[in-house]
């Protein structure tokens, strides 16, 4: 009687060597590109339509804008750069003359007006159209805020102190501008419903008066002040986000004096709490909100201008935030907007670095645990590619930590089993590492 003898050759691939991890970081700093000089502020859209967010940076000593074109797998082209005012300070985009493309309205801080530049259909603009807005108007938005189904401007008037309202004439001409007085500088404003009336209304960060304003929308286009709020010294940013989870609008606003973030808790008709907690950053420029790990949580990232990097705090789920790492980026960040930008399903972030002249873009390098050949499902065939990397010397899983399915540091044979048991037998679902390396 012959004896069959099997012998199982175990393979340990570590994904970390001489430590079992390394720095854990959502995002990896991947390149930068050229802009204008100075870029104080930063948006992106789709602007020639295929599919892919491009990049528009606002120039404050070069009197520009700056508008790349996203090449695919977040590269960009070489800016190019459309006059506009003096001094501008920041830019908005949206469909303002209903022909489906993308156009854009620049903040001109030294010449008190509003920029319109109207896209071509292919990303390239004409020339600007100017409205006369406040005095040193500092930010700019639009929504559609008369409810008629065109997207209105807003701005933001640091000298003047008041906030401008700009209607949309559904045609891409607008009314002149109506100004709503507020309390204090208004160098940051942004559009929310801040007591679930479908009007968006507006928050205005007042530099001067350490404060910020609610203007609520009367339904019709015009606002009434709905209250001050007190913030830590020297608001300079503020955006607005769903940030416990109550399905009201709270709001986040970083303070360049006290150097910290902190958040407004909406009651949901439309008044606020600050919270308690604070998070100390280092001069703090901008901020922005969006789910950074896909967790159903709207987390925060920061643009600091003093230290030159961003900073991420993470959302534990109900409104209260771990700062969990900061990421260098270029000289001088001013600015910070988060898209998907490679087109992988995530949120990336790009900053403007006005000492630099550039922008920097970091990619999030989250994926999903057990899909292993990166197809955005798991099943057998995963199992099949652990096998082939493993024992037949095939390309390994991208990233490496989508193997490590057990989360013990090393892909073998026991992430096989994981997977099979968690397919076929009811196991546990996989459990990687929760971020790739630093690689920035």
Same mark, same amino acid.
């Given at each position: 009687?012959?004896?069959?003898?099997?012998?199982?050759?175990?393979?340990?691939?570590?994904?970390?060597?001489?430590?079992?991890?390394?720095?854990?970081?959502?995002?990896?700093?991947?390149?930068?590109?050229?802009?204008?000089?100075?870029?104080?502020?930063?948006?992106?859209?789709?602007?020639?339509?295929?599919?892919?967010?491009?990049?528009?940076?606002?120039?404050?000593?070069?009197?520009?804008?700056?508008?790349?074109?996203?090449?695919?797998?977040?590269?960009?082209?070489?800016?190019?750069?459309?006059?506009?005012?003096?001094?501008?300070?920041?830019?908005?985009?949206?469909?303002?003359?209903?022909?489906?493309?993308?156009?854009?309205?620049?903040?001109?801080?030294? #010449?008190?007006?509003?920029?319109?530049?109207?896209?071509?259909?292919?990303?390239?603009?004409?020339?600007?159209?100017?409205?006369?807005?406040?005095?040193?108007?500092?930010?700019?938005?639009?929504?559609?805020?008369?409810?008629?189904?065109?997207?209105?401007?807003?701005?933001?008037?640091?000298?003047?102190?008041?906030?401008?309202?700009?209607?949309?004439?559904?045609?891409?001409?607008?009314?002149?501008?109506?100004?709503?007085?507020?309390?204090?500088?208004?160098?940051?404003?942004?559009?929310?419903?801040?007591?679930?009336?479908?009007?968006?209304?507006?928050?205005?960060?007042?530099?001067?008066?350490?404060?910020?304003?609610?203007?609520?929308?009367?339904?019709?286009?015009?606002?009434?002040?709905?209250?001050?709020?007190?913030?830590?010294?020297?608001?300079?940013?503020?955006?607005?986000?769903?940030?416990?989870?109550?399905?009201?609008?709270?709001?986040?606003?970083?303070?360049?004096?006290?150097?910290?973030?902190?958040?407004?808790?909406?009651?949901?008709?439309?008044?606020?709490?600050?919270?308690?907690?604070?998070?100390?950053?280092?001069?703090?420029?901008?901020?922005?909100?969006?789910?950074?790990?896909?967790?159903? *949580?709207?987390?925060?990232?920061?643009?600091?201008?003093?230290?030159?990097?961003?900073?991420?705090?993470?959302?534990?789920?109900?409104?209260?935030?771990?700062?969990?790492?900061?990421?260098?980026?270029?000289?001088?960040?001013?600015?910070?907007?988060?898209?998907?930008?490679?087109?992988?399903?995530?949120?990336?972030?790009?900053?403007?670095?006005?000492?630099?002249?550039?922008?920097?873009? *970091?990619?999030? #390098?989250?994926?999903?645990?057990?899909?292993?050949?990166?197809?955005?499902?798991?099943?057998?065939?995963?199992?099949?590619?652990?096998?082939?990397?493993?024992?037949?010397?095939?390309?390994?899983?991208?990233?490496?930590?989508?193997?490590?399915?057990?989360?013990?540091?090393?892909?073998?044979?026991?992430?096989?089993?994981?997977?099979?048991?968690?397919?076929?037998?009811?196991?546990?679902?996989?459990?990687?590492?929760? #971020?790739?390396?630093?690689?920035?």
């Amino acid at each position: 009687m012959k004896t069959i003898l099997f012998v199982f050759i175990t393979l340990n691939i570590s994904l970390f060597p001489n430590s079992l991890f390394s720095q854990d970081t959502l995002f990896s700093h991947t390149a930068n590109f050229a802009t204008g000089s100075d870029p104080y502020s930063i948006i992106g859209s789709d602007l020639n339509s295929d599919g892919l967010i491009d990049i528009i940076t606002t120039n404050f000593q070069s009197g520009d804008i700056s508008v790349l074109l996203n090449s695919g797998e977040a590269q960009f082209q070489s800016p190019v750069n459309y006059s506009v005012g003096i001094f501008p300070y920041a830019s908005t985009t949206a469909d303002f003359d209903n022909d489906s493309y993308n156009d854009i309205a620049v903040a001109n801080w030294y #010449t008190n007006n509003v920029s319109l530049l109207f896209n071509n259909g292919d990303g390239t603009f004409g020339d600007t159209i100017n409205y006369a807005a406040g005095i040193g108007p500092t930010s700019i938005i639009c929504a559609d805020y008369n409810k008629d189904g065109n997207f209105d401007i807003a701005t933001g008037n640091s000298e003047s102190q008041n906030v401008s309202i700009f209607l949309n004439n559904g045609n891409g001409t607008f009314q002149p501008g109506i100004s709503f007085p507020i309390e204090g500088e208004a160098i940051s404003i942004c559009s929310i419903d801040c007591n679930n009336d479908s009007f968006p209304d507006i928050v205005a960060a007042n530099n001067n008066t350490y404060s910020i304003t609610v203007l609520r929308n009367n339904g019709n286009g015009t606002f009434s002040n709905f209250g001050n709020y007190p913030t830590p010294p020297a608001p300079r940013s503020v955006f607005s986000s769903d940030l416990n989870n109550d399905g009201n609008y709270d709001i986040a606003v970083v303070t360049t004096i006290h150097d910290s973030v902190a958040i407004l808790i909406n009651d949901g008709l439309g008044t606020f709490e600050r919270d308690s907690n604070y998070y100390i950053i280092d001069q703090p420029f901008s901020i922005i909100s969006n789910d950074f790990n896909s967790d159903g *949580f709207m987390d925060l990232a920061t643009a600091n201008h003093s230290s030159n990097d961003i900073s991420i705090l993470l959302n534990l789920g109900n409104g209260v935030f771990e700062h969990v790492y900061n990421i260098a980026a270029d000289s001088g960040s001013s600015s910070i907007f988060s898209a998907d930008i490679d087109g992988d399903s995530y949120i990336d972030l790009i900053t403007a670095n006005r000492f630099s002249n550039n922008i920097s873009v *970091f990619l999030n #390098t989250s994926f999903t645990c057990g899909d292993a050949n990166s197809d955005g499902k798991i099943n057998i065939m995963d199992v099949s590619y652990l096998i082939n990397f493993l024992y037949k010397g095939q390309s390994p899983p991208f990233p490496l930590e989508s193997g490590d399915v057990d989360n013990t540091g090393f892909i073998n044979i026991l992430d096989i089993t994981y997977l099979i048991n968690y397919l076929y037998k009811g196991g546990p679902e996989p459990n990687c590492p929760l #971020t790739r390396p630093f690689s920035g």
